[in-house]
């Protein structure tokens, strides 16, 4: 029997409160940057609250799938961070329960999360873009709210141009109006200058109601062409003057059936049936294109008679010179000949290409049907995968609040974006396999939540910089140096009678070491990779060396300090092959690039290893004599 213990509640509360929040903050935020796109289809047309009210929740349902992911990680990566934070975290694992298990109530809550995406996705999504692309396109549809700048012309107005000096809003009067009427075209513009005006909308918001004061208007009386110098017009002066111009300023709703072809306003089963019957569409129409062009459109356009037919189907083509019958043909003949063939040859190419388009575009609409179809997946399973992100960097950031986390959360979603859009324009574009570009994203990001969940389920360091920076100086070789002091309280003073003789030992084996091995010359490429082990000759040197080191440390004498600190701290695998396995090291061998890399990396510290035996020699007679000086 299921049973919910107290600590999943508590868990799931703490997770939840945090989800609630952030999921509205990531649906506002990406909501304003979809209203950004629209902005100019909003602005000065005078909407209607219930139409923007449509646009807003109809846009907000649109959203939700994508919100989800990013607030999943960002509640994750807040509630773990704050375990951590109050050492919560901490006294669930002091308990022995393991991360794993601290995050299964959640992992489940999230799977139903996932179901609530994908029925969003599936159900909700295409009812919701096939109403906002309705409601989008009938707002670009309609006509702004007349309102004329001063100074400036106004072309708002279908077939009309306006320009006035100066308006008073508190009265509508406009004052030095000039209007032109392009209506007959741009030469045959009528003119119109008044002293004052007004503008008013009908009753029915489908004219605009203009009055005219004290003003001329000019018109040509014939069309004008360029021969033209003098064209007559006409004048007439009028104290005042009405019209009525078109303008429909209302909101007309367009066809909802005008999105009902597109992608993403159709469920999993209306994608698929549209898929088949695309595909179906272009295998007969392809097969119809290549009968037309291999029967048809190679073939003499004229017609001819059974005689001609039966002579042509006889003859034999390669018996014939045609160069030598178009240099006998004459020049008028030729022309003909060139123009037929040219005129034929751009239609077949013109022909060629519209069916390659009409072929291409039917590739283009399922792919992204495919696309879309795929989509509805891999929304649905990223708030999954983000958890298993933000969960464990949570527990390895343990820092709550709104700081790091925040930074956190939005460099991953931003990576996932990056990602996952290149993926979709790959897949839309035929440069990938769909399902290969749709699911780009998923697959990098699984193997990051696996890779962080392990690492944060054993405590293993990941983001603690020390341990990336230890790695890189490993690498490249860089060594730290020594930095003894003088120490406050000694309690064994160094045996300054027996030290000499143990310096001696070491520069004795020092040297035999450097004999021994050539260090300074290139070692044997095959043989490197065949043999050899741990060097036990300079791990030995290595430990007598810290050994004395330490001891000496103990002393009061500044001098011999300071001289401790030159001694190298000798890296005893650095001169070796590089990996612990043989058959490692066998194939970084074989594989050349990699072989000779490791190889010249090899030599480099085995010449550095015999200038740290000269400067262990070295460094032992400094000693010594310093040693005899104390002894003295």
């Not at 508590?10 to 990531?26: A, E």
């Not at 669930?92 to 139903?112: D, E, N, T, Y």
């Not at 179906?280 to 009968?291: A, E, V």
């Not at 890189?472 to 140096?481: D, M, N, P, T, Y």
Request: one cysteine or more; charged letters at 20%.
């Amino acid at each position: 029997m299921l049973r919910i213990k107290k600590l999943d509640i508590f868990i799931v509360k703490s997770f939840f409160l945090l989800f609630i929040g952030t999921f509205f903050i990531c649906l506002f935020i990406f909501m304003m940057q979809f209203l950004w796109r629209y902005v100019d289809e909003l602005v000065g047309k005078g909407l209607e609250m219930s139409v923007m009210a449509q646009f807003f929740f109809y846009s907000a349902l649109t959203l939700v799938p994508v919100s989800l992911p990013l607030a999943v990680l960002l509640a994750s990566l807040i509630t773990f961070g704050n375990f951590g934070e109050r050492y919560e975290l901490l006294a669930m694992k002091a308990a022995g329960i393991s991360l794993l298990k601290i995050m299964r109530p959640l992992a489940i809550f999230v799977c139903g999360l996932v179901g609530v995406s994908f029925y969003f996705q599936n159900v909700v999504g295409p009812i919701a873009q096939s109403k906002l692309g309705t409601l989008i396109l009938s707002m670009k549809q309609k006509s702004p709210e007349v309102d004329i700048p001063e100074g400036v012309f106004y072309s708002e107005i279908p077939d009309y141009n306006l320009k006035i000096a100066k308006k008073n809003r508190n009265t509508g009067m406009l004052y030095d109006v000039l209007i032109y009427n392009l209506r007959d075209g741009f030469e045959n513009a009528h003119i119109i200058y008044a002293d004052s005006g007004r503008m008013e909308m009908t009753a029915d918001k489908q004219h605009l109601w203009l009055h005219l004061y004290s003003g001329d208007l000019f018109e040509n009386l014939k069309a004008q062409n360029l021969k033209s110098q003098n064209v007559p017009y006409r004048r007439e002066s009028f104290r005042e003057k009405h019209s009525i111009i078109e303008f429909n300023s209302d909101f007309n709703m367009v066809d909802s059936e005008i999105m009902s072809k597109q992608s993403s306003a159709k469920d999993m089963k209306q994608l698929e049936a549209s898929i088949d019957s695309m595909r179906l569409m272009g295998d007969s129409i392809g097969r119809q294109y290549y009968t037309e062009v291999s029967q048809s459109n190679f073939r003499p356009s004229y017609t001819l008679n059974k005689e001609d037919t039966i002579k042509i189907e006889a003859a034999d083509i390669e018996a014939y010179d045609i160069d030598s019958l178009y240099d006998v043909a004459s020049l008028v003949q030729k022309q003909k000949v060139i123009t037929a063939a040219a005129g034929r040859a751009e239609n077949i190419a013109n022909d060629i290409s519209f069916k390659t388009y009409q072929m291409e575009d039917n590739d283009t609409r399922i792919r992204k049907h495919q696309t879309e179809w795929h989509k509805k997946f891999t929304i649905s399973i990223s708030c999954l995968l983000f958890f298993f992100i933000g969960a464990p960097l949570g527990g390895i950031i343990r820092k709550g609040g709104l700081g790091m986390p925040v930074i956190v959360s939005v460099m991953v979603f931003i990576i996932y974006y990056i990602i996952d859009n290149t993926g979709y324009k790959m897949a839309r574009d035929g440069k990938w396999i769909v399902w290969m570009g749709m699911w780009t994203s998923s697959a990098i990001l699984a193997p990051l939540g696996f890779f962080l969940t392990y690492k944060s389920n054993k405590d293993s360091v990941v983001l603690n910089a020390d341990a990336y920076i230890n790695w890189f100086k490993k690498i490249v070789g860089i060594r730290s140096l020594r930095h003894l002091f003088k120490k406050e309280v000694v309690i064994n003073d160094p045996d300054y009678e027996r030290l000499p003789g143990d310096l001696d030992r070491l520069t004795v084996e020092c040297k035999a070491y450097m004999t021994k091995n050539h260090l300074t010359k290139a070692p044997n490429y095959f043989k490197l990779w065949m043999t050899g082990g741990k060097d036990n000759e300079v791990v030995d040197i290595s430990e007598q060396l810290e050994l004395l080191v330490e001891e000496m440390s103990n002393t009061k004498s500044v001098t011999l300090l300071n001289t401790l600190n030159n001694y190298p701290i000798i890296p005893v695998s650095a001169h070796i092959r590089p990996f612990h396995k043989y058959w490692l090291n066998l194939a970084a061998g074989i594989i050349f690039p990699i072989g000779l890399f490791f190889y010249f990396r090899i030599w480099a510290f085995r010449v550095r290893l015999s200038r740290d035996m000269e400067r262990i020699i070295k460094n032992n007679e400094q000693i010594q004599f310093i040693i005899q000086n104390i002894n003295k």
